[in-house]
Every structure is written in structure tokens, then in C-alpha cells.
């Protein structure tokens, strides 16, 4: 009986709720005012019911006080067979009077119509007695009037002291019909107004049961659309088979969805090749770039930011708080500024950080906020990062190469300065051979310097960006011409050079000028580091090939080997260094430092080949560098190399 009871009363909220506001306001007030009709028509009622009662009220004890009138007398004489014609004549002119009653001083019933008639007093006869109200007075001379309620209505009680000359002899009892009019009256004023009642409250429920078949379901649908509508699902569409007005606000929004729908595929087009732009343009800039929101999550990221940022997954890190994802070094300068340029405080700012992880690198960080189309609000921050480990290692190789230039200046022009000063203030105290040797001392420091401002002309000329043409050349001719040109300086010193070159060589790829000068750097060197007695040896071979290299067999090795003091282990990592000199270790002052950096620069950046050495110390060392063979077959074509070391093909 429980669960029945609860599932009607489950069934009866569910069917309530699916009311709109206004219908549950609506049936509150219709409830309210049937309430307030209803009350006031009981009123009414009641009332009227209240008056009927006082009139029959007045009625019974008017027509009491009439009746013990005539019968007192009777009563008082004995002479009970008056009293009884006297009061069957009565009870016979009116149909007011249901009973009368008769009953003595001490209460015994003597006579009542129709209950009771005069008998014999026997021993057999029943004593019968009349209950007297206990709020009767029989001596006060007034009626007392009741009502009471019996199976055919309510009766009016009507208790008559029968008192003659101030003595009592007992008391009339007379019950009275209730008005029949007022009655009828009455009964259909309650009819009415019950049905009154019930008929409020068919016609709210039919109100509600219609309204939710006609006006609240298709309003629920339609307000079920529209958010689904403003959720993106511009598939959303409504069935209902009305007419009327309803019916075309359900057409209209079934139209509006479909242009809705019309325009989002037209749109994600559009915005899928604008999105696939963007993300190819960011993807492919040099610079890393990173977008988040006002939260910090990450929005976009190229690979170039992946990859400085040492993040191995770009998925994983969209949605991600960035802060959570970066290098410490970087979250510690940025975090401050990034939340100050969210809350509006700041534009942009630029940091440069250096980076220990994932490897030692410089990178520059500019921070950019990004506003909406009216420019008012921000609506993320563009992160770029620049990778300007190059700039700064360039920066303090300038720094450095400034620093060593003046030095290697400072000290030809310091001496140059000194000898001839000396030979100014003292020339005619000094004898021929000082002289001599204070001039020979000038023009070696002018020597050196001049080696040295051609070395850096040399080396910035190889920098600058100037292109060299390359193109097929006779190694052994450029070898040829070397040996030719160091062949009285070896021959002083009591050095050997010594010419190995493979008959028949090929033609190899490159720049005759600057492989001629790669060459002298190198002989130069190997000469000035040779004892006497030493040998200094140019080789130049075809390579066989190999089977884990298979090009070599186009390719030509150059060698240049000596018997010289050698470059010990700590200084060949170095040696390629600009102003770095072996000398330094053994105290020698010549040379500039800069030979083998412009060796280094002519073979991997122009020749894009790469320079070897093997060194022992007090053995000797050998450097050497393998070139392209020339094909002879396509004399047409001509290659450039730039700085940046990429050839270029020329055709003639």
C-alpha cells in the first residue's frame, strides 16, 4: 500500500513539474480564489443556517408559551381530559410540532402526543419520566429552548414551566420542525456551492492537463533546442504537428537551425584552411612560439619551441599549464611577468636566459599580450623564443678576436715605437752594428705586423660573405707552386721538403686561390716548427673506396706532414682557435695565431670538407682534408660557396 501510495505521489510530482512557472502561478491563484468563494459562500451558509435556527427558536418558544397558556389552568384543575383534546386539536392545526409532552412536578410523563395516552394506573403500568435539562428552572417562568439533532433534521427543544399562581405542577415539552423553506434554502445553497467548488477545480486541472499538451510541451521542446543550439548542435530539430502560432515559431526555429547548421560547415571550412595556415606558418618559423590564456594553459606550440623548451610530446603540453612544463630557469624569470601581463599591469617583456638543460644554450624570450579585435580585453600572451646561443657565442668571439687583435698590434707597434726612439735620441752615441740591429729588429716587427693585419684581412674577407666560385682545379700545380715558394726558406733552415704526388691525379672541386693559401698556412707552419734536419712533406692521393664509404673513391686526400716538435693532446682541441699559437706553449714570438682558423674557414666553409690532424709531441704532425673529385664530364657547371658554407650551382 506504501509503494502504491508513493508511486502516485512520485507520478503526480513528476506531472507537476513539467507545469511552466506561470501555470503553477496560475492554478495558485485559481486555487486561492476558489478557496476565498468557497469560504465566503459557507459563510453564507452558515448564516443563513444561523437564522433559520433563531427563528425557529423564537418560533418554538412563542408557540410554547401559547400552549401552556390555555393548558395550565387545565393542569392545575386535574383536568388532564381537557388538556388532552386541547392539545390533540393543537398538535392536529400545526405540522410544526413533531411531540408534547406532559410531565408533573416531580417529572413523570402523564400525557404526550403521539408518544403516550391516559391509562389506567395499575401495577403494570411502566413510569415513564421526562430528563429535564440541568440548566432548567421551573419556577422562572421562561421557556428554555435546545436544539438537538435527530435522524430527520434538527429538532427544537421547547421546556414550558406550568406554573399558576406562583405554584408549580410540572412542565410542557413540545419539539418543533425546523422551517422547511429555510431548510430547503439552506441545502441548496450548500448543493451549489460545492458544485461550485468541484467545477474551479475540473476546470483548473482540464486548464493544466491542456496546457501542457498545447502550450508547455512545445515550449519545453523549443527551450530544449535552444540550448542545444547554443551548445553547437546545429542538428537539433523539432517535430511537433501544431498550428497556429506555435507552429510557426516551431517552423521558424527548424529554418533558423538549418541555416545555423548551413553556416557552421561553412565556417569550419574556413576556419579549418585558416587554422592549417597558421599552424603551417608557426610550425615553420625559425623562432619557437608558444600561445596560452589568461590561465597559463597552453594553446599552440611549434616544434622549434618543443624543441628548445625539451619537450618531447607537443600533445601532452596543450591544455598544460605552461608554467608546470618549463625549464626552471625560464619559469623562474617569467612567472612574475606572465601573471602581470594577464591581469593587464604590462604590454610585452624580453628576457634572455641561459639554458643548462636539456643542453647549454642562450635563448631570447619575448612575451606579447594578445588583445581581442577591438583591442580592449586580453585575450592570451604570445611566448617567442629565439635560439641566440650563435649571437652570443659571435659576440664574444668578436669580443675575444677585438681583444687579441690589439694585443697581437700592440706589441709590433710597442717595439717598432721603442727601437725607433732609441735610434733618435741615441743614433749618433750607437755604433754601426747596434744600428744595424735596431733596424733589423724595426723591420722585423714590421714584418710581423704586416703578416698579421693580411691575416685578419684575409679572415674577414673569408666571413664577410663573398663568394668563391669553385671549380676544377690541378692540385698538383697549386702543390707545385708551394713548395716553390718555402723552397729557400726550408733550404735556410736546413729543412727537406719533400713532394709525394699520385700520378695521374684528378681534377678536384674548389678555389685554386684559397686551397693555394690553405697550403702555404700549413707548409709556413710545419716549417717554422721543424728543427733542422726535418723533413716537411705535401702528399695528394686518390682515395680507394671503401665499403663503409663508398664515396671516397671520388674524392682526394692532401697531407701535410712534419717532423717537428709536435702539438700535445691538450692543445689540438684549441689549435683551430683564432690567436691561438703553439708557440705559447715554447716561447717563441712568431706568428699571428690566425693561420689555421682561416685553413679551418677555407676548407668547411668553402670546400664544405673538414680539416684533420694527428700529433705527438717531439714526432711531428700531420694535417690533412679530403676534396671532391672533379667530373669532367659537366665542365658547364660552376659551384659558389657562400659564408654559410651551401654551394650554389652556377652554369656558364
Given at each position: 500500500?506504501l509503494?502504491i501510495?508513493?508511486?502516485?505521489?512520485q507520478?503526480?510530482?513528476?506531472?507537476?513539474?513539467?507545469?511552466?512557472?506561470?501555470?503553477?502561478?496560475?492554478?495558485?491563484?485559481?486555487?486561492?480564489?476558489s478557496?476565498?468563494?468557497s469560504g465566503?459562500?459557507?459563510?453564507?451558509?452558515?448564516?443563513?443556517?444561523?437564522?433559520?435556527?433563531?427563528?425557529?427558536?423564537?418560533?418554538?418558544s412563542?408557540?410554547g408559551?401559547?400552549?401552556?397558556?390555555n393548558?395550565?389552568?387545565l393542569?392545575?384543575?386535574?383536568?388532564?381530559?381537557?388538556v388532552?383534546?386541547?392539545?390533540?386539536?393543537?398538535?392536529?392545526?400545526?405540522?410544526s410540532?413533531r411531540y408534547?409532552l406532559y410531565?408533573?412536578?416531580?417529572?413523570?410523563?402523564?400525557?404526550?402526543?403521539?408518544?403516550?395516552?391516559?391509562?389506567?394506573?395499575?401495577?403494570?403500568?411502566?413510569?415513564?419520566?421526562?430528563?429535564l435539562?440541568?440548566?432548567?428552572?421551573s419556577h422562572?417562568?421562561?421557556?428554555?429552548?435546545?436544539?438537538?439533532?435527530s435522524?430527520?433534521?434538527?429538532?427544537?427543544?421547547?421546556?414550558?414551566?406550568?406554573?399558576?399562581?406562583?405554584?408549580?405542577?410540572?412542565?410542557?415539552?413540545?419539539?418543533?420542525?425546523?422551517?422547511?423553506?429555510?431548510?430547503?434554502?439552506?441545502n441548496?445553497?450548500?448543493?451549489?456551492t460545492?458544485?461550485?467548488?468541484?467545477?474551479?477545480?475540473?476546470m483548473?486541472?482540464?486548464?493544466?492537463v491542456?496546457?501542457?499538451l498545447?502550450?508547455?510541451?512545445p515550449i519545453?521542446e523549443l527551450?530544449?533546442?535552444?540550448?542545444?543550439?547554443?551548445s553547437?548542435?546545429f542538428?537539433?530539430r523539432?517535430?511537433?504537428p501544431?498550428?497556429?502560432?506555435?507552429?510557426e515559431?516551431?517552423?521558424?526555429?527548424?529554418e533558423?537551425?538549418?541555416?545555423l547548421?548551413?553556416?557552421?560547415e561553412?565556417?569550419?571550412e574556413?576556419?579549418?584552411?585558416?587554422?592549417?595556415?597558421?599552424?603551417t606558418?608557426v610550425?615553420?618559423?625559425?623562432?619557437?612560439?608558444?600561445?596560452?590564456?589568461?590561465?597559463?594553459?597552453?594553446?599552440?606550440?611549434?616544434?622549434?619551441?618543443?624543441?628548445?623548451?625539451?619537450?618531447?610530446?607537443?600533445?601532452?603540453?596543450?591544455?598544460?599549464n605552461?608554467?608546470?612544463?618549463l625549464?626552471?630557469?625560464?619559469?623562474t624569470?617569467?612567472?612574475?611577468?606572465?601573471y602581470e601581463m594577464?591581469s593587464?599591469?604590462?604590454?610585452?617583456?624580453?628576457?634572455?636566459?641561459l639554458?643548462?638543460?636539456?643542453?647549454?644554450?642562450?635563448?631570447r624570450?619575448?612575451?606579447?599580450?594578445v588583445?581581442?579585435?577591438?583591442?580592449?580585453?586580453?585575450?592570451g600572451?604570445?611566448?617567442?623564443?629565439q635560439?641566440?646561443?650563435?649571437?652570443?657565442?659571435?659576440?664574444?668571439?668578436?669580443?675575444?678576436?677585438i681583444?687579441?687583435?690589439?694585443?697581437?698590434?700592440?706589441?709590433?707597434?710597442?717595439?717598432?715605437?721603442s727601437?725607433?726612439?732609441?735610434?733618435?735620441?741615441?743614433?749618433?752615441?750607437l755604433?754601426?752594428e747596434?744600428?744595424?740591429?735596431f733596424?733589423?729588429?724595426?723591420?722585423?716587427?714590421t714584418?710581423?705586423?704586416?703578416?698579421?693585419?693580411?691575416?685578419?684581412?684575409?679572415?674577414?674577407?673569408?666571413?664577410?660573405?663573398?663568394?668563391?666560385?669553385?671549380q676544377?682545379?690541378d692540385?698538383?700545380q697549386a702543390?707545385?707552386q708551394t713548395?716553390?715558394?718555402?723552397?729557400?726558406n726550408?733550404?735556410?733552415?736546413?729543412?727537406?721538403?719533400?713532394?709525394?704526388?699520385?700520378?695521374?691525379?684528378?681534377?678536384?672541386?674548389?678555389?685554386?686561390?684559397?686551397?693555394?693559401?690553405?697550403?702555404?698556412?700549413?707548409?709556413?707552419?710545419?716549417?717554422?716548427?721543424?728543427?733542422?734536419?726535418?723533413?716537411?712533406?705535401?702528399?695528394?692521393?686518390?682515395?680507394?673506396?671503401?665499403?663503409?664509404?663508398?664515396?671516397?673513391q671520388?674524392?682526394?686526400?692532401?697531407?701535410?706532414?712534419?717532423t717537428?716538435i709536435?702539438?700535445?693532446s691538450e692543445d689540438?682541441?684549441a689549435i683551430?682557435?683564432?690567436?691561438?699559437?703553439v708557440?705559447n706553449?715554447?716561447?717563441?714570438?712568431?706568428g699571428?695565431?690566425?693561420?689555421l682558423s682561416?685553413v679551418?674557414?677555407?676548407?668547411?666553409?668553402?670546400?664544405?670538407?673538414?680539416?684533420?690532424?694527428?700529433?705527438?709531441?717531439?714526432?711531428g704532425?700531420?694535417?690533412?682534408?679530403?676534396?671532391?673529385?672533379f667530373?669532367?664530364q659537366?665542365?658547364?657547371?660552376?659551384l659558389?660557396a657562400?659564408?654559410?658554407g651551401?654551394l650554389?650551382?652556377?652554369?656558364?
Amino acid at each position: 500500500m506504501l509503494a502504491i501510495c508513493k508511486t502516485i505521489r512520485q507520478a503526480i510530482a513528476n506531472w507537476w513539474s513539467e507545469f511552466t512557472l506561470q501555470t503553477k502561478l496560475l492554478a495558485a491563484a485559481t486555487l486561492v480564489v476558489s478557496l476565498v468563494m468557497s469560504g465566503l459562500t459557507f459563510w453564507a451558509v452558515n448564516t443563513i443556517q444561523q437564522d433559520a435556527r433563531l427563528n425557529d427558536t423564537r418560533f418554538g418558544s412563542d408557540l410554547g408559551l401559547l400552549l401552556a397558556a390555555n393548558v395550565t389552568p387545565l393542569v392545575a384543575e386535574n383536568n388532564l381530559t381537557e388538556v388532552a383534546q386541547f392539545s390533540r386539536r393543537f398538535y392536529s392545526s400545526t405540522s410544526s410540532v413533531r411531540y408534547m409532552l406532559y410531565a408533573d412536578e416531580t417529572g413523570k410523563i402523564f400525557f404526550g402526543i403521539p408518544f403516550l395516552n391516559p391509562e389506567v394506573e395499575t401495577s403494570l403500568t411502566i413510569e415513564r419520566r421526562i430528563k429535564l435539562p440541568a440548566n432548567y428552572a421551573s419556577h422562572g417562568g421562561k421557556p428554555m429552548v435546545r436544539q438537538h439533532m435527530s435522524p430527520g433534521g434538527i429538532v427544537t427543544d421547547v421546556f414550558v414551566p406550568l406554573v399558576v399562581n406562583q405554584k408549580y405542577f410540572g412542565v410542557l415539552a413540545i419539539g418543533i420542525n425546523p422551517n422547511p423553506t429555510a431548510v430547503i434554502s439552506s441545502n441548496f445553497t450548500r448543493d451549489v456551492t460545492i458544485a461550485v467548488f468541484i467545477s474551479i477545480w475540473v476546470m483548473v486541472i482540464l486548464g493544466g492537463v491542456i496546457n501542457a499538451l498545447t502550450i508547455t510541451k512545445p515550449i519545453k521542446e523549443l527551450l530544449g533546442g535552444v540550448k542545444q543550439i547554443a551548445s553547437g548542435n546545429f542538428k537539433q530539430r523539432i517535430d511537433l504537428p501544431l498550428g497556429g502560432e506555435l507552429g510557426e515559431l516551431i517552423f521558424s526555429f527548424n529554418e533558423m537551425a538549418e541555416r545555423l547548421e548551413s553556416y557552421e560547415e561553412q565556417n569550419i571550412e574556413e576556419l579549418t584552411a585558416e587554422k592549417a595556415k597558421l599552424e603551417t606558418l608557426v610550425s615553420t618559423i625559425a623562432d619557437g612560439a608558444v600561445l596560452i590564456d589568461n590561465n597559463m594553459q597552453v594553446i599552440l606550440v611549434n616544434p622549434t619551441a618543443s624543441k628548445l623548451f625539451g619537450w618531447e610530446n607537443t600533445s601532452d603540453i596543450v591544455g598544460k599549464n605552461v608554467l608546470h612544463h618549463l625549464p626552471s630557469a625560464v619559469q623562474t624569470e617569467i612567472t612574475r611577468p606572465l601573471y602581470e601581463m594577464a591581469s593587464g599591469e604590462c604590454d610585452s617583456a624580453e628576457f634572455r636566459i641561459l639554458l643548462n638543460e636539456p643542453r647549454n644554450k642562450a635563448i631570447r624570450i619575448l612575451l606579447t599580450t594578445v588583445l581581442n579585435l577591438q583591442r580592449e580585453s586580453i585575450k592570451g600572451i604570445a611566448i617567442t623564443v629565439q635560439d641566440i646561443t650563435r649571437e652570443v657565442e659571435l659576440n664574444e668571439a668578436k669580443s675575444q678576436f677585438i681583444s687579441n687583435v690589439s694585443h697581437e698590434l700592440r706589441t709590433p707597434l710597442f717595439n717598432i715605437k721603442s727601437f725607433i726612439e732609441t735610434l733618435h735620441e741615441y743614433g749618433e752615441d750607437l755604433g754601426i752594428e747596434e744600428r744595424r740591429e735596431f733596424l733589423e729588429t724595426v723591420n722585423h716587427e714590421t714584418d710581423r705586423l704586416t703578416r698579421l693585419v693580411n691575416d685578419v684581412l684575409d679572415l674577414s674577407k673569408l666571413e664577410s660573405g663573398r663568394s668563391y666560385s669553385l671549380q676544377g682545379i690541378d692540385l698538383a700545380q697549386a702543390i707545385e707552386q708551394t713548395l716553390r715558394t718555402y723552397q729557400l726558406n726550408a733550404k735556410d733552415k736546413g729543412i727537406e721538403l719533400i713532394q709525394d704526388i699520385a700520378p695521374e691525379l684528378p681534377p678536384v672541386f674548389g678555389n685554386y686561390d684559397l686551397l693555394l693559401q690553405v697550403l702555404a698556412n700549413l707548409v709556413g707552419n710545419a716549417l717554422k716548427f721543424t728543427r733542422a734536419g726535418g723533413k716537411v712533406a705535401l702528399r695528394a692521393y686518390k682515395l680507394a673506396a671503401q665499403p663503409n664509404f663508398p664515396n671516397r673513391q671520388h674524392q682526394v686526400r692532401v697531407e701535410i706532414s712534419d717532423t717537428g716538435i709536435g702539438i700535445g693532446s691538450e692543445d689540438q682541441q684549441a689549435i683551430f682557435a683564432r690567436f691561438f699559437r703553439v708557440e705559447n706553449r715554447v716561447h717563441t714570438l712568431e706568428g699571428t695565431g690566425l693561420g689555421l682558423s682561416i685553413v679551418r674557414n677555407i676548407i668547411e666553409e668553402k670546400h664544405q670538407s673538414k680539416v684533420h690532424l694527428v700529433s705527438e709531441v717531439g714526432i711531428g704532425t700531420t694535417f690533412w682534408f679530403d676534396l671532391n673529385v672533379f667530373d669532367e664530364q659537366d665542365t658547364s657547371t660552376l659551384l659558389e660557396a657562400t659564408d654559410d658554407g651551401e654551394l650554389s650551382v652556377a652554369k656558364d
